[in-house]
């Protein structure tokens, strides 16, 4: 059964770090792109960082120092590791799989950070 299922979101005081985790079940990760998106209330969703299947990595501008996105392909695991967390922060955060040649995607449920000031 094809799954992404992401854990490790929560409530982090301001500066605090979390790591999130998104392991996958079901295709074949190492075929597949991983990305971080987060959305907030009454936002559009957003790309927060992004990893191909080679370790290439890119990020939105506003995590980036902060945020840190790996993946282990012996465990078709994707993290996002982030430090420094902002208010702004706050959101769902969800991981998708994208296929390299097919373009086929697949999304998790999504895990919540929220981050109080």
């Known amino acids: 059964q094809l799954q992404l299922v992401e854990s490790g979101g929560g409530l982090v005081q301001s500066g605090g770090s979390l790591r999130l985790s998104c392991a996958s079940s079901g295709f074949t990760f190492s075929n597949y792109a991983m990305t971080w998106y987060r959305q907030a209330p009454g936002k559009e969703r957003e790309l927060v960082a992004a990893?191909?299947?080679?370790?290439?990595?890119n990020y939105k501008d506003s995590v980036k120092g902060r945020f840190t996105i790996s993946r282990d392909n012996a465990k078709n695991t994707v993290y996002l590791q982030m430090n420094n967390l902002k208010p702004e922060d706050t959101a769902r955060y969800y991981c998708?799989?994208?296929?390299?040649?097919?373009?086929?995607?697949?999304w998790g449920q999504g895990t919540q950070v929220t981050v109080s000031s």
């Open positions: 998708k799989a994208r296929h390299s040649l097919t373009a086929i995607q697949y």
């Open positions: 990893i191909t299947q080679t370790g290439g990595t």
